[in-house]
């Protein structure tokens, strides 16, 4: 599926910034996270995206860790690796998207929305 897609990015980001490699990190290297070391999963592997800002916005609106992120925008086209919609509470345009090559950060996003307050 090749399209734009939504993804919570850093904190204290700037309209137009691109983000960092902590934005991009895979989900067994996040110490807080459930998946944190277990490199032997599959979803431990996958980068959570949007396809619809919506979902994005209205989970930041009612998930207090989600308030403090900004939100970058990235087209992803199918030369970037592979898509699962994998809905989520967060909402249905949730997508587990496993990166080709498999460590790419992707040059092309930007931070379309600053955290909220």
Known sequence: ??????????????????????????????????????TDLIEAHALSVFSDIADVRSAREFTPWLRK????????TSSDGWLKNSPTSEGKSHHNWWTNPYDLVPASALVIEEAME
Not at 19 to 33: A, D, I, V
Not at 69 to 76: D, F, G, M, R
């Open 1 to 38: 599926m090749d399209g734009t897609f939504y993804v919570y990015a850093e904190r204290d980001l700037k309209i137009d910034a691109v983000p960092g490699r902590m934005t991009w990190q895979r989900p067994y290297e996040k110490r807080r996270g459930e998946f944190f070391g277990r």
């Open 69 to 76: 992120k900004s939100v970058a925008e990235v087209t992803i």
